[in-house]
């Protein structure tokens, strides 16, 4: 679970800003909404949503913990910067670096990473864990201006117990442009990493974070393969009323040339170098293509059809691009949905609603908190949709406003922050503008009178 995420010098993040999401203990933590953190009496929070106008900087909080997992888990090629993307609206030099650090729980132990970077170096890098309350040093990473690393490991990682791999790796150090804990993920081996490095590493490889536009990549062959959440899919859609009473995946040939024309750059290249003869690539309309075992000059793909039921009581196909934009939306959030349910895990999502009706984000969301009590699930999303500002449910402290400041920068604030009556309607409360994070249209109303007012003199 992710505890804190702050973000310093990050596109309109200038000042560090921090995303809590402890449990605030005066607004109680026996509720579904609450994880228990053992050894340390703090509880996390396993939803909380975000909102704010737009342009406000919701969306660049979700790239900014997207760029740290892609840090860590993919690391920079040699000689290429490190992707900076600054404050730009103000006076500091672009050479000024960003900085991020994260609090998580994995497997019941609280770890505390960060990494302070620009294009050129990682100044800095550290990944602690905590022991109770007491905080335990695993390493601390310093790249000089000269480019030389110098990894200092913590007193646990040192003692003879400890995998040699780890303290070889140390005294090697890393490239200037390259994370250290992204050379022990290369290190590919769970023993020569060591349990704690392994959980960290865990974290960052499961974490799960959906753009507003994305679609799930291996949608098909899920469904294909896995009757459990077929089952559970088609079983969501029909409850939503989409009007989808069953999925199928149909497989057929198809020529290679057919593939090469789809939106990837050089399709024909990549299915010639498919590892494995495997790979998923986008077909016509938007469907995904599952191609498997390659053959001279055909590959096998599958396609997604859904079925709906007609008055004769049977079965019409539809290709999936013909579905609604929200009965896709959903569908392609279901995967995650499904695996907070029955393996655990943290999706951020970000706007959840996109494309849904208000009622079935809702829902979405009464079934994650039903089917996720007594595990360590999280959902984070940011969102436009008011009418989920209800404290029946969400909780006030898992409840937070992206809003920026007269010079552009983006502050985080919760609404644990005010003071509100528990039976005050926050949704309307929100629209007022009583909690800022909505957008000021009033430039809109003089727009229309001064169109109004040239089209009469005209």
Same mark, same amino acid.
């Given at each position: @679970?992710l505890?804190?995420? /702050?973000?310093e010098?990050? $596109?309109s993040f200038q000042?560090e800003?921090t995303l ?12 579904p909404h609450c994880c228990e953190i053992a050894?340390t ?5 396993r939803v909380?949503s975000l909102?704010?106008?737009n342009?406000a ?5 979700v790239?900014?913990l997207?760029?740290?997992?892609? !840090?860590? *888990?993919e ?10 993307e600054?404050?730009?609206?103000d006076?500091?030099?672009?050479? #000024?670096p960003s900085?991020?650090?994260l609090?998580?729980?994995?497997e &019941?132990e609280?770890f505390r ?12 890098e ?5 022991e109770g309350?007491k905080?335990?040093n695993?390493?601390?990473r310093?790249?000089?201006e000269?480019?030389?690393v110098?990894v200092?490991?913590g007193p646990?990682? #040192? ?8 303290k070889?790796?140390?005294e090697v ?6 994370l250290?804990?992204t050379?022990? *993920?290369n290190?590919?081996d769970p023993?020569?990493?060591g349990?704690r490095?392994?959980?960290a ?8 974070i ?6 799930? /990549? @291996?949608?098909? =062959?899920a469904?294909?393969?896995d009757? &459990?959440?077929a089952?559970?899919a088609?079983r969501?859609?029909r409850?939503?009323?989409? &009007?989808?009473?069953d999925? =199928? ?7 290679? /040339? ?7 750059? =050089?399709?024909?290249?990549v299915?010639?170098?498919?590892p494995d003869?495997l790979?998923?690539?986008p &077909?016509p309309?938007?469907e995904d293509m599952? *191609?498997d ?7 096998r793909? $599958?396609?997604i059809?859904?079925?709906?039921d007609? /008055?004769?009581?049977q079965?019409a196909?539809f290709?999936?691009?013909?579905e609604?934009?929200?009965?896709q939306?959903?569908?392609n959030?279901l995967p995650?949905l499904?695996l907070?349910?029955?393996e655990?895990?943290?999706?951020v999502?970000?706007e959840?609603e $996109?494309?849904?009706h208000p @009622?079935?984000?809702?829902k979405?969301?009464?079934f ?15 969102t436009?949709?008011s009418?989920?500002?209800?404290l029946?449910? !969400?909780r006030r402290?898992?409840?937070?406003f992206?809003?920026?400041?007269p010079?552009?920068?983006t ?7 005010f003071? *509100?009556?528990?039976d005050l309607?926050?949704e309307?409360?929100y629209?007022?503008?009583?909690f800022g994070?909505?957008p ?10 001064e ?5 009469t003199?005209a």
């Open positions: @679970m505890l804190s995420f /702050s973000v010098n990050f $596109r000042a800003e809590n999401l402890l449990a605030a203990k005066r607004f109680g933590t026996e509720s050894d009496g703090e509880h996390a929070l909380a909102y704010g106008a342009g900087g919701k969306s660049n909080l790239r900014a997207r760029l740290l997992q892609q !840090m860590v *888990v690391g920079t090629p040699p000689g290429k910067p490190i992707p900076h600054p404050f730009l609206l006076d500091q030099p672009l050479t #000024k900085s991020f650090e609090q998580f729980l994995q &019941g609280v990473y960060g990494v302070c970077y620009d294009a050129d170096r990682v100044h800095e550290w990944l602690a864990v905590y309350k905080e335990r695993l390493f601390t310093v790249t000089k000269n480019g030389a110098t200092a490991l646990t990682v #040192k003692d003879a117990h400890h995998p040699k791999k780890i070889a790796l140390a150090g890393a490239r200037p442009n390259q250290f804990l050379e022990v *993920v290190l590919d023993e020569a990493q349990p490095f392994q959980r590493i865990e974290w960052f490889a499961t974490l799960a959906i753009k507003a536009d994305a679609r799930f /990549s @291996m949608l098909a =062959e469904i294909a393969t009757e &459990g959440f089952e559970f088609a969501f859609l409850e939503a009323n989409t &009007g989808i009473a999925l =199928e995946v149909q497989t057929t040939n198809v020529p290679k /040339s057919t593939l090469a024309s789809t939106p990837i750059d =050089e399709g024909k290249n299915l010639e170098n498919l003869g790979a998923v690539l &077909g309309d938007g599952f *191609v075992a390659p053959q001279k000059d055909t590959v793909v $599958r396609r059809v859904a079925l709906h007609t /008055s004769r009581k079965r196909k290709p999936l691009h013909e609604s934009d929200g009965s939306r959903l569908l959030l995650a499904f907070l349910t029955a655990g895990g943290v999706i999502v970000d959840l $996109r494309s849904m @009622m079935l984000a809702r979405f969301l009464e994650f908190l039903k089917a996720v009590r007594g595990t360590s699930s999280q959902l984070i999303f940011t436009h949709e009418t989920l500002l209800d029946e449910l !969400m402290d898992g409840i937070w992206a809003e920026k400041d010079k552009g920068a502050h985080l604030y919760s609404l644990a922050d003071k *509100v009556r528990k309607r926050i309307k409360g629209l007022a503008g009583r994070a909505i000021f249209l009033g430039g809109i109303d003089h727009l229309i009178e169109q109004a007012a040239a089209e003199q």
